[in-house]
């Protein structure tokens, strides 16, 4: 594991040229005022082709009308807990990156106020098991063919909570959920290097986003989002060596 507290990674110098025309696939681009908003603008600035994929398809379309005219965007909506409906849009994305994916960052996922383990329903551990972790697993079984074509990155979003020695009550079914997105990164890691991909997860504290300001306040430690964008850039340029790390951030 990695400890960046809250800082930016390293400067990627020759970022814009590695990643400009490549096809950077970003799952979860979620509403204004949220951390994929950001992720999304800084891959735009350096050149990128986005391929963007949201469970509702306007909001991908919002998020590709927002960087219109600084990259070519193709928006999809998908439920990427669906391996038949994530199998038909790996057909359609390899339609537009016959060379491959360059890097998946996958942030597609959710959180639910928690409770107690006696007290957790069934159907919210369902829920954020499926948000968080069973997406990830079935993206990366979709796309990974076109990821290895690139020589590409995987870059996925644990939590702190998921992290050893982290605070976990009222928090189980979030925590196992994103435990397993950091079991799944690992697997990758060590399964893929072969075919020269390289995967690794940040593991932030809470973003400064729209939605946890409203919730937690101002006064909250936070991480922001312009730092989260500056580390998944970072690690989806094929410079770096790092593989199979949990970057720790805040």
Request: glycine share 10%; charged share 15%; aromatic share 6%.
């Amino acid at each position: 594991m990695i400890t960046a507290g809250a800082f930016a990674p390293p400067p990627v110098a020759n970022a814009a040229e590695e990643l400009r025309g490549a096809v950077v696939l970003i799952t979860g681009t979620s509403r204004r005022g949220q951390a994929g908003e950001v992720v999304a603008s800084t891959f735009a600035k350096v050149g990128s082709t986005l391929v963007l994929v949201d469970h509702d398809l306007n909001t991908a379309r919002e998020r590709a009308s927002d960087l219109a005219g600084e990259a070519t965007i193709h928006p999809f909506g998908c439920d990427l807990s669906d391996p038949v409906a994530v199998g038909e849009l790996a057909e359609n994305v390899s339609k537009l990156a016959p060379g491959g994916v360059s890097a998946m960052v996958h942030m597609a996922g959710g959180y639910v106020e928690g409770g107690p383990v006696a007290a957790t329903e069934p159907s919210t551990w369902d829920k954020l098991i499926s948000s968080n972790l069973t997406t990830a697993f079935v993206a990366t079984r979709a796309f990974l063919p076109l990821v290895r074509r690139a020589r590409g990155a995987m870059v996925y979003f644990a939590s702190t909570t998921a992290l050893p020695g982290a605070g976990v009550a009222k928090m189980a079914a979030y925590t196992a959920a994103k435990g397993g997105v950091v079991t799944l990164m690992r697997a990758v890691a060590a399964e893929e290097k072969s075919h020269g991909v390289r995967a690794n997860a940040l593991a932030p504290l809470a973003i400064r986003t729209a939605e946890n300001l409203a919730s937690m306040g101002s006064e909250h430690q936070y991480v922001e989002r312009e730092t989260i964008a500056a580390w998944v850039l970072w690690l989806s340029t094929r410079a770096s060596a790092i593989n199979g790390q949990v970057i720790r951030l805040g």
